[in-house]
């Protein structure tokens, strides 16, 4: 089964700008473009920051550049960029960034922890190669059904030895109805969280039926007391 990963989403054409390139030259690229923000590179294409339409908005709402916000005096941020005339005075810095190969799962807990909208994406050597956005993470769930049941019947094959005629995978709209047996609970548990993780999958539905409840079985301690039923203790109480 494909894992999905950032090469897999991210747009490669990246717009950037240098730490000198004025405000008003970004805001025309972030019209221009139908974009939010760009990544700021040194000479070499290694990421310094980001500026979004966020970071303009300071010299918007203080055209004077006076700050009589209350408050502002404790945001240095923000009379920064309200001040600032280049990239280098208006940017977020230092930028969250991400590899090609890391997981878009890990790309989604990146940009909610950074609360931010997009993610440059960098080589070894912090050289900007591409940026992934929040609309590319959800880009698999785009996928067709049948690309999704494909790749669920693969991954219980592979991964689990699992005979593709005792177990059936419907997928509507991403959904995935999981029927038929297994040999165990256990292994049922197991199936239906891998399913979950298929790239694409927005629900399974378990409707899987188990040959043996192993689940009764570890509750009550059945196996303890079948492994340990001649310790060393009952031995000793044993009459002489």
């Known amino acids: 089964m494909k894992r999905w990963r950032v090469v897999d989403v991210m747009t490669t054409a990246v717009v950037s700008v240098g730490a000198d390139t004025g405000y008003k030259r970004i805001a025309d690229l972030l019209v221009a473009r139908g974009i939010s923000a ?3 590179v040194d000479p070499d294409g290694v990421v310094l920051g980001v500026v979004s339409e966020s970071d303009l908005l300071p010299k918007l709402n203080y055209p004077d550049r006076v700050g009589r916000h209350p408050l502002l005096s404790r945001r240095r941020d923000t009379i920064r960029r309200a001040l600032g005339d280049t990239a280098a005075d208006l940017m977020s810095s230092p930028a969250t960034t991400i590899r090609p190969d890391a ?3 890990r790309a989604a807990r990146l940009m909610e922890a950074a609360r931010v909208k997009r993610l ?3 080589d070894d050597a912090d050289r ?20 999704i049941r494909a790749d669920v019947i693969t991954h219980l094959v ?3 030895w699992i005979d593709p005629s005792t177990v059936e995978a419907r997928v509507v709209a991403g959904v995935v109805t999981l029927t038929g047996h ?10 239906v969280n891998a399913t979950h993780t298929v790239p694409g999958v927005v629900d399974v539905v378990d409707q899987l039926t188990a040959d ?8 009550t301690g059945w196996y303890r007391g079948h492994l340990f039923s001649a310790e060393p203790r009952d031995i000793a109480r044993s009459p002489r």
Do not use: M
């Not at 297994?182 to 199936?191: A, E």
């Not at 043996?212 to 509750?219: E, F, G, K, N, S």
């Open 158 to 160: 592979s991964g689990f």
């Open 182 to 191: 297994v040999d165990r609970t256990s292994t049922r548990h197991i199936v």
């Open 38 to 40: 760009v990544p700021v």
């Open 128 to 147: 900007l190669v591409g940026i992934v956005s929040r609309r590319d993470l959800v880009r698999p769930y785009a996928r067709p059904d049948s690309d």
């Open 103 to 105: 997981s878009i799962a």
């Open 120 to 122: 440059p994406v960098v």
């Open 212 to 219: 043996i409840d192993d689940d009764a079985a570890t509750r």
